[in-house]
Each structure stands twice: as C-alpha cells, then as structure tokens.
C-alpha cells in the first residue's frame, strides 16, 4: 500500500504561479513512477505529467507543456508540480497517483494509488 497526501493547491491570479506536494509513505516511493491528473467540475479526469522512477523521464499533457514540471525527490518520498503562467482553465482539483507502468502511461486506470487532491484556483 502507498499512501500519498498532495499540499500547495490554493488560488492564484491569471499569470502566477503555485507548487504542488504529494508525500507518499509505505511501499517503496522508488518502485513507482508517480503522476499528476487534474479534475475539472463536469470534466473527465485529465493527465497533467507523470516522471519515471528515477526523476529522469518526463511525459507531459499538451495543455501543460512548457508551463508545468514535474520533480521527485525519492529521498524525501515526495514529488511536485510546479506551475506557471497559469490560466483559468487550469482551475481543478489536482491528485497525485502511483502507478507500477511506465511514466508514460496516460491512462488513469493503470494508476494503483491515489491522494485526495488538493483545489487549484485560477482567477481572470
């Protein structure tokens, strides 16, 4: 079992900037490539990134390219997002996952753990 618990979400205005946290515990943080997915009310759930087991390989949902990136630290257990030039369709609810595949698995069905999500809020 992997337990993972996301921070940072918050409101921010059009332009800025937010760093999302995901601390996992239990099973080796190491085994797992981990990703981010976001949540819009009436949306289906939307792959944002996802990074290997190492912090070397990245994969990257188009509409985040070239703002977003995503980081691990294997010692602190934890990885991040960190967002800028955000936009109000970036408004979401942010989850972290597991997943035992690969980085560049898309689908969120192929993700074994899930954090509980934290709001992310863009004002025009």
């Known amino acids: 079992q992997v337990q993972l618990v996301e921070s940072g979400g918050g409101l921010v205005q059009t332009g800025g900037s937010l760093r999302l946290s995901c601390v996992a515990s239990?099973?080796?943080?190491?085994?797992?490539?981990m990703g981010w997915f976001r949540q819009a009310p009436g949306k289906e759930r939307e792959f944002v990134a996802a990074?290997?087991?190492?912090?070397?390989?990245?994969n990257y949902g188009d509409s985040v390219k070239g703002r977003f990136t995503i980081s691990r630290d294997n010692a602190k257990n934890t990885v991040y997002l960190e967002m800028n030039s955000l936009k109000p369709e970036d408004t979401a609810v942010y989850s972290c996952?597991?997943?035992?595949?690969?980085?560049?698995?898309?689908?969120?069905?192929?993700?074994?753990?899930w954090g509980q999500g934290t709001q992310v809020t863009v004002s025009s």
């Open positions: 990074i290997g087991r190492l912090g070397r390989s990245r």
């Open positions: 239990g099973r080796a943080f190491e085994s797992y490539a």
């Open positions: 996952a597991a997943t035992g595949t690969s980085y560049r698995n898309t689908n969120p069905r192929e993700y074994d753990y």
